[in-house]
Structures are given as C-alpha cells and as structure tokens.
C-alpha cells in the first residue's frame, strides 16, 4: 500500500485556478493507477480523473472535461490536479487515491485500495 497526503485545496474565486497535489509514500508508487475523487456535502462521492501508472492513460468524468488535468511524476511520487475555469459546483472535499488493477484505468472508488485524508477547494460565486 502507499500512504497518501493532498495539498492545494483552498478558497478562490469562480473562474480562477488552483492545482492539488498528492505525495505518496510506501513502495512502488509508479506501478499504481492514481484517481482523484471529491465529495461535496450532502452528495457522495464522485469520480473526477485517473490516470494510469505510467501516465500514458488519462480519463475524466464529463462535469469536468476540459478544465481539468490530471498528471504525475513518478520520480517525485506525486499525482497533481490542475483545475481551470472553477464553478461553485467544483466545490468539494477532493480526495487523492491508489490502486492496482486489471484495466488500465478505473472509475469506481472500490477500485482504490489507498486514500489521502482530503483537501477541500471552495469556489466562491
């Protein structure tokens, strides 16, 4: 398993960017898919962008397409989230996961085995 920690999250204004990253500690980051999710309140949670591990394959749910990249390092153990163009919908605790499997790209969180504590991004209208 790998330990994950998000950082970025914050408060900006709608229209604006900001970029999450995620640092990953344990063995063999660059042989893990990463996905970030967010779960806004009073909603579940909701896929927003994988990659895979050699960051060959990226996919992302339709509500952000376009605005949003997600990208790693494998060198530096990060997974990064660039977002542009925020809407106050974007407001959410986002989550920053690991996982290993048969596909080269997954969308379920039950694909995911590690998780990141959260970073919350607030879009302000």
């Known amino acids: 398993q790998v330990q994950l920690v998000e950082s970025g999250g914050g408060l900006v204004q709608a229209g604006g960017s900001l970029r999450l990253s995620c640092a990953a500690s344990?063995?063999?980051?660059?042989?893990?898919?990463m996905g970030w999710f967010r779960q806004a309140p009073g909603k579940e949670r909701e896929f927003v962008a994988v990659?895979?591990?050699?960051?060959?394959?990226?996919y992302y749910a339709d509500s952000v397409k376009g605005r949003f990249t997600i990208s790693r390092d494998n060198a530096k153990n990060t997974v990064y989230l660039q977002m542009n163009s925020l809407k106050p919908e974007d407001t959410a605790v986002y989550y920053c996961?690991?996982?290993?499997?048969?596909?080269?790209?997954?969308?379920?969180?039950?694909?995911?085995?590690?998780w990141g504590q959260g970073t919350q991004v607030t879009v302000s209208s």
């Open positions: 990659i895979s591990w050699s960051g060959g394959t990226t």
């Open positions: 344990g063995r063999a980051f660059g042989s893990y898919a």
């Open positions: 996961a690991a996982g290993r499997f048969p596909a080269t790209v997954a969308v379920a969180d039950a694909s995911f085995g590690s």
